[in-house]
DNA sequence: TTATAATATTCCATTTTTGGAATATTGTCA
DNA sequence: TGACAATATTCCAAAAATGGAATATTATAA
């Protein structure tokens, strides 16, 4: 039962590893969304959308909110942006 | 072939996505080591060692240097030591 | 109650990842 | 050359992730 930090912070790495749940996260650095809203904005079936939040907040990325029939999700962890950000501009070197 | 921005990010988290891909990381946050120095203060087998180091580099995270017999790797990516920190924080307020 | 909209779950075949074991390659030095 | 040290590669079975399809759950309103 004992999983040290490394197996922790991989696990959270784990949950980042795949495009849709990073489109996801992208879309959600905009604010809270309920899922229809997503599921509308991004092109992917409802269940996918669905299992792709559960994974995200199973990893503690992000929380989610009931209202009705509604489940609004929202991010919980706030130093992703600036990693993306760096990420991006080494994307951009590459490009060179 | 169009991979496009998401797909290249997943697959920087995947590399990160593993507790010995991890801690040879941090390991490295130090400085340049060679294989022969990661095998001896990480505990595992060389050929493991050596095949985290490939997957580490091929996603542009590290880059080696051969000088003579060994070769040395280093990190090639300075925005991890900020989410690192960012997700240690975390994980102490996890814990109250 | 029943119909319906929003979301979650299950099932499943396919692909990918994992790590151990054995082996291969490469550079150096006597 | 031959031996050895450092590193990389291959092979493989087991485990985990992927995404499509069908279905279930839940809350609301009529």
Redesign the pocket.
């Given at each position: 039962m004992k999983t040290n930090l490394y197996e922790k912070k991989?696990?959270i790495f784990?949950a980042l590893?795949?495009?849709?749940?990073l489109e996801i996260i992208d879309f959600l650095a905009d604010g809270e969304k309920?899922?229809?809203?997503?599921?509308e904005n991004l092109n992917?079936?409802?269940?996918?959308?669905?299992?792709?939040?559960?994974?995200l907040k199973e990893a503690g990325l992000i929380k989610?909110r009931?209202?009705?029939?509604?489940?609004?999700?929202s991010l919980k962890i706030c130093c992703m942006g600036e990693f993306f950000n760096c990420l991006n501009k080494i994307f951009k070197q590459e490009n060179n």
């Amino acid at each position: 039962m004992k999983t040290n930090l490394y197996e922790k912070k991989a696990q959270i790495f784990k949950a980042l590893s795949n495009p849709v749940r990073l489109e996801i996260i992208d879309f959600l650095a905009d604010g809270e969304k309920c899922v229809c809203e997503i599921v509308e904005n991004l092109n992917y079936e409802q269940p996918h959308i669905s299992k792709s939040l559960i994974k995200l907040k199973e990893a503690g990325l992000i929380k989610d909110r009931k209202e009705g029939l509604n489940v609004y999700y929202s991010l919980k962890i706030c130093c992703m942006g600036e990693f993306f950000n760096c990420l991006n501009k080494i994307f951009k070197q590459e490009n060179n």
